[in-house]
């Protein structure tokens, strides 16, 4: 349970973090290239947290392969 709740946390984390960059692009405060970094850092991160969460099992078992 303590391993979901990590990537629940990650998934959560980048999400916000890609969420409040881009509110503060749209309001001006972080420039375009802040916004793009942050979405180049972010998304692969939140994409491979949240189908690790999606599959995860209580039962234990293997995580099926999500492809690249």
Do not use: N
């Not at 629940?8 to 881009?22: K, L, N, P, Q, Y």
């Not at 180049?40 to 949240?50: E, K, N």
């Not at 599959?55 to 234990?60: L, P, S």
Request: aromatic fraction near 18%.
């Amino acid at each position: 349970m303590k391993r979901k709740d990590k990537i629940r946390g990650s998934v959560f984390i980048t999400g916000a973090f890609m969420i409040i960059g881009f509110l503060l692009w749209q309001s001006s405060i972080l420039p375009l290239a802040g916004y793009e970094a942050i979405i180049v850092l972010c998304f692969p991160i939140f994409v491979i947290c949240l189908f690790l969460w999606w599959m995860a099992r209580e039962h234990g078992g293997d995580i099926p392969f999500i492809g690249y």
